[in-house]
């Protein structure tokens, strides 16, 4: 079901002109307007999902599936030096994934890493543990 003022299901229907590059009954492939880098690419599920822990196990199998068809040919066609696969979703509630070709030079930044402080990961997952 399409949410009326979502952003993404306004593409996925074709309401905002955008770069559609790949379309398949489930799903739509597009440059990201607000690229990292160039080719910066958004697959986005035509059905709205707020993220992919709420869609359909079968539909994250073929989400998973298109990345890895279409993040090869994305590097091969920019001469890519590497592909990242981001998801965030925080910005936009659709499911959505980002395939972000890297170039040698692009200053790319990963967020900072943080340390656990004393006794901490035992206590974390203990904590995921009990969920399993």
């Not at 890493?113 to 904590?127: A, D, V």
Request: overall charge positive; aromatic content about 12%; glycine content about 4%.
């Amino acid at each position: 079901m399409a949410k009326d003022d979502c952003v993404f299901c306004k593409i996925a229907r074709k309401e905002i002109k955008d770069s559609i590059f790949y379309e398949d009954k489930n799903f739509v492939a597009f440059l990201d307007i607000r690229p990292i880098n160039p080719g910066h690419t958004l697959i986005i599920t035509k059905e709205h999902y707020d993220n992919i822990f709420v869609m359909p196990e079968n539909l994250v199998k073929e989400y998973f599936a298109l990345v890895h068809k279409l993040g090869p040919k994305i590097k091969e066609a920019l001469n890519a030096r590497w592909i990242n696969i981001l998801i965030f979703g925080e910005e936009i509630r659709h499911a959505h994934i980002h395939i972000l070709p890297r170039f040698n030079g692009d200053n790319f930044q990963y967020p900072i890493q943080k340390s656990y402080k004393s006794g901490e990961i035992e206590q974390i997952l203990t904590k995921i543990r009990s969920k399993l």
